[in-house]
């Protein structure tokens, strides 16, 4: 098993843990540690790193295991929780925080020592965001619907939106990008998008629906231009703040090599932790 030096970063976490069997972290104390004074604050990060979790097809009650646990006086549930949990964790966490940082450090490091190879900060979010993406689709789908764009009518619908954002139909973005298609159905333009363009299309995903709700659209002649004017006035203001036209953001790796990645980090931790002894 490949491990990784000790630094006084990653002690300090073996510190704040439990033994039975394998190493564990209490959420209320693991949270304590990295700065947060109120469990109730501290059950919001909790939530949003179960949800990763389960997004990544892992063993949630594996990682996150309920437990009894006394919080201010009063017995509450708590979480068990193991180094990936952990990790999820910090990386929902403020980063504002001191502690959080070195925490972020010092799992980072060893993650991407289990898995010998360079781990993307902006993993776990794009992950995420990818999934809100998804999430928010279905919902558009389900406004344009209601506003009278058939089955048939809405791909064209939904290139309007590109075609705003993008100056280009969706077939044409995928040639500009120079995503390759080798099989019959055509990878996901959006599995390869990196952070920054997947919350940018997630904005405009979520504000067409809501404004096809807000001005009470009907048929695909006003559906297609309300998506076409959201898609542009995000294009405006992506190029407004980072001077970057969204087709010249750079691909990335298949979202679904990261999530492989990411699993493989949960397996490398849990073994890590079976093999060592709390001193």
């Not at 776990?124 to 009518?153: C, F, H």
Request: proline share 3%; hydrophobic share 35%; net charge positive.
């Amino acid at each position: 098993m490949n491990t990784l030096p000790s630094n006084p970063d990653i002690d300090l976490l073996e510190q704040w843990s439990h033994q039975n069997g394998s190493r564990y972290w209490l959420a209320h104390e693991f949270l304590e540690h990295l700065g947060y004074t109120s469990w109730d604050k501290a059950k919001g990060v909790i939530n949003r790193a179960i949800a990763s979790c389960s997004r990544l097809d892992i063993d949630v009650a594996e990682s996150f295991t309920q437990v009894p646990v006394v919080i201010d006086g009063r017995e509450q549930v708590g979480y068990k929780l193991n180094r990936f949990a952990c990790f999820l964790v910090v990386m929902h966490a403020d980063d504002k925080k001191p502690q959080v940082q070195r925490a972020k450090v010092a799992l980072s490091a060893l993650a991407e020592g289990l898995l010998q190879a360079a781990l993307e900060e902006s993993s776990v979010p794009r992950i995420d965001t990818r999934a809100e993406l998804s999430n928010a689709e279905k919902i558009m789908a389900a406004a344009a619907k209601q506003a009278g764009v058939e089955s048939s009518q809405f791909g064209i619908f939904k290139d309007a939106g590109f075609r705003g954002m993008y100056n280009m139909s969706l077939a044409d973005l995928r040639n500009y990008k120079g995503l390759k298609t080798t099989r019959k159905t055509p990878p996901v333009l959006y599995d390869y998008m990196g952070l920054t363009e997947l919350a940018g299309n997630l904005f405009r995903v979520t504000q067409t629906s809501e404004r096809m709700k807000a001005r009470h659209v009907q048929g695909l002649s006003q559906s297609a231009k309300a998506a076409e004017e959201v898609g542009r006035e995000v294009r405006n203001m992506m190029i407004k703040n980072s001077g970057e036209k969204p087709e010249n953001l750079p691909l990335e790796e298949d979202i679904k090599s990261v999530k492989n990645q990411l699993r493989r980090v949960s397996r490398g931790m849990i073994k890590h932790d079976k093999s060592t002894k709390k001193s």
